[in-house]
Nanobody
Framework: QVQLVESGGASVQPGGSLRLSCAAS??????MAWFRQAPGKEREGVAAIYTGSGVTFYANAVKGRFTISHDNANKTLHLQMNDLKPEDTATYYC???????????????????????WGQGAQVTVSS
């Protein structure tokens, strides 16, 4: 069983920066991701990373502004968010799962349905 706990959510002004963290307990995952969900909208993928290789994936809306990283020693996932915009306001969720060699070829790393384990969410509000 894997448990995920997010931290770092806050209110920030447009153009500001924020760093989210997700502490993982348990073993057996090789891919971790960040998703977000704004009120009245579907949950959407933000960024994902294969923890072994470091290969990353980003949604177009955050490319060049957000950076996903994973601290293997501490089993902690991070999301550095720069140049934040009001449309980035959402609850951000950490997700994780293990994909075997065959699944890696076809899995959509930014699709919520690909992940088994989820954190409780952290609120990020971007407003002046």
């Amino acid at each position: 069983q894997v448990q995920l706990v997010e931290s770092g959510g806050a209110s920030v002004q447009p153009g500001g920066s924020l760093r989210l963290s997700c502490a993982a307990s348990g073993d057996g995952v090789n891919c971790m991701a960040w998703f977000r969900q704004a009120p009245g909208k579907e949950r959407e993928g933000v960024a994902a990373i294969y923890t072994g290789s470091g290969v990353t994936f980003y949604a177009n809306a955050v490319k060049g502004r957000f950076t996903i990283s994973h601290d293997n020693a501490n089993k902690t996932l991070h999301l550095q968010m720069n140049d934040l915009k009001p449309e980035d306001t959402a609850t951000y969720y950490c997700a994780a799962d293990r994909f075997d060699r065959q699944a890696i070829l076809t899995v959509s790393t930014l699709s919520p349905s690909s992940y088994k384990y989820w954190g409780q969410g952290a609120q990020v509000t971007v407003s002046s």
